[in-house]
């Protein structure tokens, strides 16, 4: 990643920016709503912030810190959550929901 680009959609970020401002604004909307809505409201929600859907799409899918895209994250915790409620122990990671979706992508092709 170059310097002063964004680390979610690759766009410049300013000269010592590793967030250009609108994924900030997506950051700190996912903040408001991770662990508060179910997938589509968390969607609709990011979609409230007026900045346009592929760029909300590439910031989901981007794994900047090498620890799960936020898509994964946030999926991981909704899992944990369905998990907890259905009286299922244990918790679903982001790696483990990364692996999953590659191997559901992989048996649709
Ligand atoms: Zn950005």
């Not at 810190?65 to 244990?90: H, P």
Request: overall charge positive; hydrophobic content about 35%; proline content about 3%.
């Amino acid at each position: 990643m170059a310097m002063g680009q964004c680390g979610y959609c690759g766009e410049r970020a300013g000269l010592f920016g590793k967030v250009c401002a609108e994924c900030k604004k997506l950051l700190a909307r996912v903040a408001e709503l991770r662990g508060k809505v179910g997938f589509g409201e968390f969607l609709d929600g990011l979609a409230e912030t007026g900045i346009a859907k592929p760029k909300i799409l590439k910031f989901l899918d981007a794994d900047p810190d090498g620890k799960g895209s936020v898509r994964d994250q946030v999926t991981a915790e909704m899992t944990t959550e369905l998990m907890k409620v259905m009286g299922i122990s244990g918790r679903q990671t982001a790696p483990e929901v990364k692996r999953i979706r590659n191997s559901v992508n992989k048996e649709s092709d």
